[in-house]
């Protein structure tokens, strides 16, 4: 099985820098993944950690610890567009030899003026 | 343009009857997956389908089905046997889902079905 925390709410200011951690504990790890997702629409693609480290993206950064089980998502230079849900989905391979991605319950981060 | 589509973007259906959502890429993905979201919960795992005529329960597959007659379409039965049928449902796919690489899921804009 497997145990993906993140807070559920954050709230930021515009210009803000802020940092949504994901904590987690699972067999099989081969991945994990960042994916923002506003109301009511399809979640789409932030990021990607396979290896320890920081991967930048433009305003988003992600780190990953696998030792730790910890992952956090960096967001600078905050916009009210950034406002949204981030989900944290750790992939790992199941019985069938598939990778399938398991989702935390996503932490909802509004941007205030 | 590629992408997935997922239609009708509202259901409503009552209480009894199965209702079938679509799904369809073409993005030349082999995976294919179906989750549904309810508020409060991470998206949680149907079915999955690795190649054309294979697919695989995921975490809450009771109540539901699906087929993968083609490679472009996955389609997903609602059922009367399942309990709790009212949720965003979302449809993905991916390059693959096996390997020693994850892939990134590309997801459609989802179907938000009520069932009363």
């Known amino acids: 099985g497997q145990n993906i925390d993140q807070p559920t709410e954050m709230t930021a200011t515009e210009g803000a820098i802020v940092q949504i951690n994901c904590t987690y504990q699972t067999s099989g790890f081969n991945g994990l993944f960042w994916y923002q997702q506003h109301a009511g629409e399809a979640p789409t693609f932030l990021s990607y950690?396979?290896?320890?480290g920081l991967e930048e993206k433009g305003r988003f950064s992600s780190f990953l610890s696998r030792s730790k089980g910890y992952s956090y998502l960096l967001l600078k230079e905050l916009q009210m567009k950034d406002s949204a849900s981030y989900l944290c989905?750790?992939?790992?391979?199941?019985?069938?030899?598939?990778?399938?991605?398991?989702f935390g319950t996503g932490t909802r981060l509004t941007v205030i003026p | 343009d590629g992408g997935i589509t997922q239609s009708p973007k509202y259901l409503f259906r009552k209480e009894g009857q199965n209702v079938t959502l679509s799904c369809e890429q073409n993005l030349n993905h082999d995976a294919m997956y179906w989750y549904r979201q309810d508020p409060g919960q991470g998206l949680r795992l149907i079915y999955y389908s690795q190649i054309v005529n294979d697919f695989q329960k995921g975490d809450i597959a009771e109540g539901y089905s699906v087929s993968r007659e083609k490679k472009e379409s996955f389609p997903l039965t609602v059922t009367s046997a399942q309990k709790n049928p009212t949720a965003f449902y979302l449809c993905?796919?991916?390059?693959?889902?096996?390997?020693?690489?994850?892939?990134?899921?590309?997801f459609g804009p989802g179907t938000r079905l009520t069932v009363t």
């Open positions: 989905a750790v992939s790992r391979e199941v019985q069938t030899g598939a990778n399938n991605l398991f």
């Open positions: 993905a796919s991916s390059i693959d889902l096996a390997g020693d690489q994850a892939y990134e899921q590309y």
């Open positions: 950690n396979v290896l320890d």
